[in-house]
């Protein structure tokens, strides 16, 4: 699921090189629906597995998801 890559993808970017949605609660919570969102819609066992995906690729990688 794409979503699912992108926003695995997201979180080892805002991992690795800053503070997650720059500590905005404004952008946590959009990420958060963003998340349950793609959960109802792909399941959580489909979910899990594209975030874990997203989270595994480097950044250069990840311009193909985009």
């Not at 819609?41 to 979910?47: F, V």
């Amino acid at each position: 699921m794409r979503a699912a890559r992108l926003l695995g993808l997201g979180h080892q970017i805002w991992r690795d090189y800053g503070r997650p949605q720059m500590g905005s609660a404004d952008l946590r919570a959009a990420r958060a629906a963003c998340e349950r969102a793609a959960r109802d819609l792909a399941g959580d066992a489909a979910y899990r597995d594209g975030f874990a995906a997203g989270a595994a690729l480097e950044p250069g990688e990840a311009v193909d998801l985009l």
